[in-house]
């Protein structure tokens, strides 16, 4: 279908966190809606009131953002809120705004509302999954019965995905995990993609001087959130085999989270201070920046449904290491562009380290393939298959 072509839409996204927290889903909506926005269609957000954002109206690069109140969640480092509005204070939204398609990002209690709203108006409601029960629940003690609570998350987004009219899985492996669904209601896989003119190889001469790094040095590099579900400690405790068979080798985390601390501890623990760098959160600038200052980007992470930052280093062309987690559609990006490990097992992860950070070779090969393979994914093609869909159940 060319989109082009079709009447502009008023598109309301509701997503809670919505410039206050950094994970994949969240950034992942904000470029969507400002794409949707560049091609001449009306966005905006139904979010979350927070100490940053705590008008009922604000706007972020020209779209509006209706905010509710909230309340904060746990181990999200004081910026995650999940809001409550009412069902009449958003069909006066949707009303107001001449709202086309509802489109939740993740299964939260304004999804719920906002979705019965939409219904009752007779508006289309697109959902997405972008959620994994393992990505809430390693958060717990180890006693808590983490099996029974991801089975009940999973009937929950079952039973909010069946009220829309399209589900989008941002990969085929995310799709898998709901196979009776898929068989009932319309579905795409719709990549989160990434902006190849914004993510590319460039000089990284100002970052390594931000941060002190010896540019003769090979670096690994981590992008991520420092929560359980990132294994950020397999990385750290694999460094001292990594050094031992490849000396000038540094570690890059760049990233923040509840864990930052705890895994600078286990740093010092094992003397490594001088060979990793934690950058804390970096800015989308810095962040080409480190892309392009290392040489393999490393994922250690145990539960993605895509892998937002992989697609960004592939972009950078970054050859890659992934654990081979059984939660994890990452592993899917490795394609004779980087190796796999065992999850959670330093000593592999340290083994292909050094494979390939002492064959230099080998590094150009995969470094091309990543730029090759970056090209599939896009951010355009998405914008192009979503609005393929809005408009098909339109």
Known sequence: MDSENQRKLNIAIVCDPITDYVAGSFVSALRFAELLKSRGHKVIFIAAKSPNNNGYRDHYNGIKAYRFPAILLPKTEKQLYISFPTEGQIKKILIEEKIDILHNIIPTPSSIVATKAAKSLGIKVVTHS??????????????????????????????????????????????????????????????????????????????????????????????????????????????????????????????????????????????????????????DEDLVLAYSAADVFVLTSLAELEGMVVLEAMACGMPLLIADAKDSASVFLVDGNGFLFKAEDYNDLARNAVRLLNDDELLKIMSKKSLQLSREYDINRSVDKLLDLYYSIL
Request: charged share 20%; with cysteine.
């Open 130 to 283: 972008h959620s994994q029960p393992e990505n809430v629940f390693l958060h717990l003690p180890k006693m808590m019965p983490k099996g029974t609570l991801n089975r009940a998350f999973y009937k929950f987004m079952y039973w909010l995905y069946h009220q829309a009219e399209a589900i989008i899985y941002p990969t085929e492996f995310a799709k898998r995990l709901f196979p009776d669904l898929n068989s009932e209601i319309q579905t795409a896989v719709i990549s989160n993609g990434v902006d190849t003119s914004h993510f590319k190889k460039t000089n990284a001469d100002e970052f390594f001087k931000k941060y002190n790094l010896d540019k003769t040095n090979k670096h690994l590099l981590f992008v991520g959130r420092f929560h359980p579900e990132k294994s950020i400690d397999t990385l750290i405790k694999a460094v001292p085999n990594i050094i031992a068979a490849a000396p000038k080798t540094h570690i890059i985390l760049a990233g923040s989270g509840h864990q930052e601390e705890a895994m600078k501890k286990l740093a010092t623990s094992l003397n490594l201070d001088e060979y990793i760098t934690f950058c804390g959160k970096v800015s």
